[in-house]
């Protein structure tokens, strides 16, 4: 008796199941204890991360983030609870990956570009008017005065310090940071003699020379009180004193007690100005429009400077990858010629500095560059101050950029090498073309359309490759007149200087420069890329 043969669109079916291959059939799938295991931990971890981020949600009162915390939780649970949606199992994960650290980032960047967030200007109006209403407070004839215990719920030596005090009134014993007066548990405590808490549950408390070596933080901290606020006398004793600046609601402005001086609110700047233009140190998180973009455009000391920056920094990079593409395509053609031999024990010596840490490799550099003890000036005889001149300190990083990068070109244009049939180059041989016609005209457009991508993603890293000359030059050498802006300065350490070695922090400033690299070097590579499509259109 014959079987019945399946026809082409039929399928295997099981007994008592649908077709092999269905979603009945995958419904049916038996479920491994791996895999179980693994679902259960991975789904309890996210549920755990999930309850960890919504208490700081719901302490700020932030029920939009809260709202979208539970929808994607619960998505996340029932992609993961039910057989269906396959596809969207692999790519859900890669895709919040995504978003947490590629698109966030950017967009956040992009909003700060657009703010004066940095030093003096992080909280909010209402944080800066308890700042400098704290700041201000002294000790005045009746302040009531405490037992003092430094204490900390971390390392003695870097942990958040926290004042525990006695009221000499009633002897409760409350626990003060920048947040305020908690009272603790007398259970909770050990009080010596004189009111010093010498234990407390939760808390470490620092002994004389723990205490000691942190005396500018124990004296800097200020817990702010009902009336007033509390600072410390010593290491032992503390004080409840009144603020000599405080906030008026009626003239939004801060006022000055002793000397009557006022500061009103300026909300385009987030500041407390005075009427000759003081303004107050702490002030508050506000949009500036795009004033830190046009400050780069328009302010004198900074986009001269920055416009040299900028010619060096292309400069930089365009010889820093092709440099170390040239040098490497041309050991690789070396090592690629069969009549060589020993290619292997090469190709490891040559491949050395790509497995060195290039931090390491960069202060060695240098150290060998130094112009009284370097290896370099004592091995030549040379008498060259190699960073202390302009175009002496370029040369040098790049030429450090030289021996750093060329294994990397080196490794991968001997892979496209021999990736390119030996009969092509043959080929023009019979055809009479010189070995170098022959490399011009087949070998060197094949490699580029094979190496373009990596040649445009060097030239991004190096664009942008921080330390190369921090690690060597520091930016060095500085102009007499301008102290910010080096010789050898990339935009990206200029930025970080200009945002970070002044007087504070500037993250607005810093954001709005690094929207004008990120934009620079999209423009770049995307205009390499379509010349890279055109030239595989040809060779393809």
Known sequence: MSTPLSGPGSATQAPGRGPVGSRAARDHAPITLTGLAGKVLLLGLTAGVAVWAAFPLIDGRKWAGLALLAATTA?????????????????????????????????????????????????????????????????????????????????????????LVTDPATGTVSAGDTDGL???????????????????????????????????????????????????????????????????????????????????????????????????????????????????????????????????NFAFAIGSTGGTFLLGMLIALVLHSPRMRGTNLYRLLLVLPYAMPSFAMLLAWRDMFNADFGLINNLFGLDVDWFGQPWTARFAVILVQLWLGYPYMFLVATGALQAIPRELTEATSVDGASPWQSFRAVTLPLLLVALSPLLISSFAYNFNNFNAIYLTTEGAPFPADNPTNGATDLLITYTYRLAFGGQGAEFGFAAAISLF??????????VSFRRTRKQEEVYS
Request: aromatic letters at 10%; hydrophobic letters at 40%.
């Open 517 to 526: 690299i990120f934009a620079i070097v999209a423009v770049v590579s995307t």
């Open 182 to 312: 908690r009272r603790l548990d007398a259970a909770d405590v050990t009080v010596a003699p004189g009111g010093k808490v010498t234990a407390a549950d939760g808390y470490t408390v620092l002994n004389f020379g723990q205490a000691s070596a942190r005396s500018k933080e124990i004296t800097d901290l200020v817990v702010p009180t009902a009336g007033g606020a509390l600072r410390s006398s010593g290491l032992s004793r503390a004080y409840e004193g009144k603020a000599v600046r405080a906030y008026e609601v009626g003239c939004d402005c801060v006022r000055d007690t002793g000397t009557g001086q006022t500061w009103t609110a300026n909300d385009e700047v987030g500041a407390f100005v005075a009427a000759d233009g003081e303004r107050l140190t702490q002030g508050w998180k506000v949009n500036v429009g795009l004033s830190n973009f046009t400050r780069v455009l328009t302010d004198e000391t900074i986009s001269g400077p920055f416009l040299g920056t900028l010619i060096w």
């Open 75 to 163: 998505a996340l649970f029932y992609l993961y609870l039910t057989r269906r949606h396959i596809p969207a199992k692999y790519l859900v994960p890669g895709t919040l990956f995504l978003i947490a650290f590629q698109v966030f980032p950017v967009l956040y960047t992009a909003s700060t570009a657009f703010t004066n967030f940095g030093d003096g200007h992080r909280g909010s109006k209402d944080e800066a008017i308890v700042a400098i209403q704290s700041s201000s407070v002294t000790q005045v004839p009746g302040s009531a005065e405490y037992a003092l215990s430094i204490a900390t719920k971390g390392d003695p030596s870097t942990g958040p310090l926290v004042f």
